[in-house]
C-alpha cells in the first residue's frame, strides 16, 4: 500500500496522472486513485453520474458542461478534492474527500478537527463483480486514514440508500442521527480508525499488502 497527500491543493493541482493511493486486495487485485482531471475526464464522468443506477449522486439531469463546472470547482476548493479509482488500469469509480466543517455538513453537526467527508460512486455496470463495492469503499478508507491527521470519517448518504448504508456498516461506519438536508434526508455517519480496523480485522483482516 502507497499513499500521499498532495500538498498543493486547489488551482495549483497538476493532473499528471500520479497514484495518490494505490491498495492491492486479496481477492481483486489492484486498486488506485488519482485527482480528477476536469477537462479531461468529463466525458468519462457525465456518463457514470447521469446513469440511472447513479441517482444518489444528485446530478442525474447535469449536462457535460455541469460537469466539468462541478469538478473545476472541486478543484479549485481548499476544502474538496475529487479522485478517479481505477481497478487493474481501468477507471472504476469516483472519490470525493472533503472538509465537512466547511463543506456538505457546515453547521449541521459539531465538527472535531481530524474529520473528513467523503462520497464515493462505484462505475455503473451491467457485469458487476462479487465483492467489488466492499472493495472500492475498504480502499477509499484505506486512503482516507493512511493519512495520519484523519481521526474520523463522517459521511451523510440519503436515508433511502438501503445499499450504502450495507457498505457503511461493513467498514465501520456507525449512524448517529437524521439530518434534514435541503437536497435530501441523510444519515449522518462516522467511522473512527479503530472502528475501521476492527471491522477489516472482523472480515477476516483482508487488507492493504
Known sequence: MTSARNGSAGPHRTYDQHFVHTRTDPDLGEFALRFVDPVADTELLHRWVTHPKSAFYL???ARPA???REFT???ASEHHDAFLGLHRGEPSFLMERYDPAHVELKGLYEARPG????HFLCAPTDTPVHGFTLAVITTVMDMLFADPHTRRV????DVRNTAVHALNKAVGFRIERTLAKPEKNAYLSM???DQFEAAREARGGKTSR
Not at 463522517?154 to 448518504?157: C, T
Request: proline content about 5%.
Open 59 to 61: 446530478l442525474q439531469d
Open 191 to 193: 467511522c473512527t480508525r
Open 73 to 75: 470547482g472541486i478543484a
Open 115 to 118: 474529520d473528513v467527508g467523503m
Open 66 to 68: 455541469d460537469v466539468e
Open 154 to 157: 463522517v459521511v451523510e448518504p
